[in-house]
Each structure stands twice: as C-alpha cells, then as structure tokens.
C-alpha cells in the first residue's frame, strides 16, 4: 500500500491551460503539504495544510492554489500554466508539526 | 538568507569506503530537528534519519549516522561502507516548530540544495 500517492505521474500540458495534481495520503496524519523541485532538484515548499490552518509560502504565485476535500486528500490546482511552472511537485505528509514528511513520488509537470 | 547550506555539489567516493556530506544550518530557535533524505535517479525522496536539537546522541541508523555539533550549527551525515546503491542525491533540511492561530504546531522542512553523491566501483 503505497502511503502517500500522487496522479499523475506525469503531466505534459499547453501554455495557459489550467491543470489539477491529486494527492492522497493513509497514514492518518493531519499535515499535508506541497513542493515544488525545480531543474536544478532544489526543493521549495508551496504549503502546508492540516484542517485548521492552512500555510502559503509567500514566492507562491496565486495561480496555484491547494483544495482538500478531506484529511487524507491536498489537491494542487494551478491555473494559467507557464513555462516556468514546468517542474516535479511533490505531495507529503507528517503528524502535526513533528517526525519526518513522507513524500510521494513526485508528478512531474511539463508545460509546451 | 539561506537556512541550510549544503556546500558540496557532488561527491565521489570509492565503494566500501565511508564518507561525510557536509551541512550546515541557521536558526536562532532552541528547538529544532534536523533531517536527511536521498533521491535516487528514479526521483522518490527517501527518508534517511532525524537528529532533534535537544539529543545529546548522535542520530545513527544502520551505516547512516549523523555527526551532530550544535555550537557550530553543522550536522553531518556520515555513510560507511558506501556500496553502488548509494549514488544519488542527498538532502539535508531542518525543521523548526511553527506556532499557528490555532494553537497547534506546524513545521515544513526546509532543504538544503542537495551534495550529488557518486560511489565509484
């Protein structure tokens, strides 16, 4: 059973269409969070999520946007896509504000 | 300003030797944990082993150990007996413990931009 899942995998898309990245995590921990890996494999953090409050980097460009459904689900939807946005994302996830985050396996975005 | 530093873009190292990926970090926080993962060519992050501020022992887990010195702010992971399977990218990253409105505790990690480790036959 994988712990924390991620679709796609991979994501090739136009220059200004909007796209969803879905997560899904089961080992019942409350924080969620997303990254962004760029070409050059440095990890940033997008946000951080639990039910109660949610956290936005603020280099984030507002055309991004987490949408959970529920505790086990932080979806990332991006609108207006650039070329810049091209990158892997990864989901993860922790128990609140300890232990380490159990990262999926990454979606890797392409924009044309 | 960057938090944690990583200052070795690549490493080579020869197999069944051991060998040290540097990392330091910044924080004026008293309490904060310290992490290391790999990600292998395949792209998944891989969880190596956590050191608390507060643990007076280093971190060791299997041939991972962490050589943790506070006054210096350093926190370096040691691989022994490095074998082929340990070529890949390695991340060093801290944690520090956020407050929120809610009264609860968040904390992302923040990484380091990684020490390309390469184990040579």
């Known amino acids: 059973d994988t712990a924390v899942s991620q679709t796609p995998k991979y994501l090739v898309t136009q220059m200004g269409n909007d796209k969803s990245i879905k997560c899904e995590q089961n080992?019942?921990?409350?924080?969620m969070y997303w990254y962004k890996q760029d070409s050059k494999k440095f990890l940033k953090i997008m946000f951080s999520y639990n039910n109660k409050e949610l956290i936005i980097n603020e280099t984030v460009p507002n055309r991004f946007s987490p949408k959970s459904p529920d505790k086990a689900h932080l979806n990332l939807h991006i609108n207006s896509l650039e070329l810049g946005d091209s990158a892997v994302y990864f989901c993860?996830?922790?128990?609140?504000?300890?232990?380490?985050?159990?990262f999926g396996e990454g979606s890797r975005l392409t924009v044309l | 300003a960057q938090k944690i530093t990583q200052t070795q873009p690549g490493m080579f190292v020869q197999e069944k030797e051991a060998v040290t990926l540097d990392c330091t970090y910044d924080?004026?926080?008293?309490?904060?944990?310290l992490f290391w993962y790999k990600q292998p060519s395949s792209g998944e992050m891989i969880f190596l082993i956590y050191?608390?501020?507060?643990?007076?022992q280093n971190a060791t887990e299997g041939r991972y150990s962490l050589n943790f010195q506070k006054a210096r702010k350093s926190a370096n992971l040691v691989i022994s007996a490095s074998q082929l399977g340990d070529s890949a990218m390695y991340f060093c990253a801290m944690r520090e413990p956020r407050v929120m409105n809610y009264g609860g505790s968040q904390g992302n990690l923040i990484f380091g931009k990684g020490t390309k480790l390469s184990v040579k036959p």
């Open positions: 924080t004026s926080d008293q309490s904060y944990g």
């Open positions: 050191q608390g501020s507060y643990d007076e």
């Open positions: 080992l019942g921990h409350d924080t």
């Open positions: 993860a996830s922790s128990q609140e504000g300890a232990g380490e985050l159990f």
